[in-house]
């Protein structure tokens, strides 16, 4: 491939800075982010339906099978693998607790979106969470799990309490 197709960019993954990555610019960033070891960010149906991609991007959701790499220039990403803190660790025990993993192809997914109910500081309804998840697409659990899980997770936490 000639350099024409290829750019430098920079990104701070998961709090670490990465400078002058080459890549070529029409790479998706989660295939970019896989190729970089981050294997937590799963690749499903790399239209935007599934939601196993999902990563954050200055603090927003985004399909990364959608987004290209290019436009992650100079900025903040967050795989599942960054989600080290302690209302994660709370989180992930929720979805163990409640069988809410079970192939696990969705989880880095699911976990992504939980992330991002929790740190709201909202409680919600299972109906609710129920809609919030409703764009991750999950084959195993039927969700009634996940939803266990989202709302053991809110109650442990304590938020919105």
Do not use: P, W
């Not at 069988?99 to 939980?114: P, R």
């Not at 409680?123 to 998840?133: A, F, V």
């Not at 697409?137 to 938020?159: F, H, M, P």
């Amino acid at each position: 491939m000639s350099n024409l197709n290829k750019t430098t960019i920079s990104m701070i993954i998961n709090n670490e800075d990465y400078n002058d990555l080459n890549v070529e610019t029409r790479q998706h960033l989660g295939d970019f982010l896989r190729d970089l070891g981050f294997k937590g960010t799963h690749l499903g149906c790399e239209q935007g339906a599934c939601g196993a991609c999902n990563v954050l991007v200055d603090g927003e959701s985004v399909r990364s099978c959608l987004m290209l790499a290019v436009q992650a220039n100079g900025k903040n990403i967050t795989t599942v693998e960054g989600l080290n803190s302690s209302e994660m660790e709370i989180v992930k025990d929720c979805f163990v607790k409640n069988n809410a993993m079970q192939c696990g192809f969705c989880s880095s997914g699911m976990l992504m979106t939980t992330y991002e109910i929790v740190k709201s500081n909202r409680k919600y309804s299972r109906e609710e969470i129920r809609e919030m998840i409703s764009g991750n697409y999950c084959r195993c659990t039927g969700y009634q799990a996940i939803v266990d899980a989202v709302e053991d997770s809110l109650n442990k936490i304590n938020v919105g309490v």
